[in-house]
């Protein structure tokens, strides 16, 4: 009898694997990240100083050691020719792992379209270059979705129409939903 139980729990644990949660190399995630409040935009980009939200459809690759990942999104305020766009791409070095969560350092790099109209063109538009540097923490909640909660902060630059560089602090919040 002895025998037997010491067979079946060697047996149970040799086919067991270690727990794991997301952030498991080779893992794609989907979802969508917001800014948590709104970017201000200086005067001269975008006119006179405007928020404006940033947020959208997200995909990220988790390699393990490092994720990268995209987003695009844009905002419409309801009237003509004032659709916000962007474009981003980041990148974050896992400093940290835990089988429920990570640390990474790193940045996003992204391209926003905001209407700037001036009297002899309403359709007048800017787009700004940005980079993001920061950190990000990801939580998982389940094995394949994963919180995450970004600070750092943006680096601007407004189009060929001028150049503008300021600086502010920034943060966002999103949720994936990884598939491996």
Same mark, same amino acid.
């Given at each position: ?24 190399? $080779? ?9 948590? @409040? ?8 975008? $006119? ?20 990268? @990942? ?25 400093? *940290? ?54 600070? @750092? ?13 300021? $600086? ?5 919040? $999103?949720? *994936?939903?990884?598939?491996?």
């Amino acid at each position: 009898m002895r025998r037997t139980i010491t067979l079946a729990a060697m047996l149970v644990l040799a086919t067991t694997g270690a727990a794991s949660a997301g952030g498991q190399g $080779g893992s794609i995630g989907v979802g969508a990240e917001f800014g948590l @409040g709104a970017s201000f935009l200086p005067a001269g980009a975008g $006119g006179g100083g405007t928020a404006v939200g940033e947020g959208g459809a997200s995909m990220n690759y988790d390699a393990g050691k490092f994720h990268v @990942g995209g987003a695009l999104g844009f905002a419409d305020g309801g009237g003509s020719h004032d659709t916000v766009y962007s474009l981003s791409g980041r990148f974050y070095y896992h400093v *940290h792992s835990t089988a429920m969560s990570d640390f990474g350092v790193g940045g996003t790099l992204g391209i926003l379209s905001i209407p700037n109209p001036v009297a002899t063109d309403q359709n007048n538009r800017d787009t700004l270059l940005f980079i993001e540097p920061g950190v990000q923490i990801r939580a998982f909640v389940a094995s394949n979705v994963a919180l995450s909660f970004t600070i @750092g902060f943006v680096l601007g630059a407004v189009d060929a129409s001028g150049t503008l560089i300021g $600086g502010q602090t920034t943060g966002s919040a $999103g949720i *994936h939903y990884y598939f491996f």
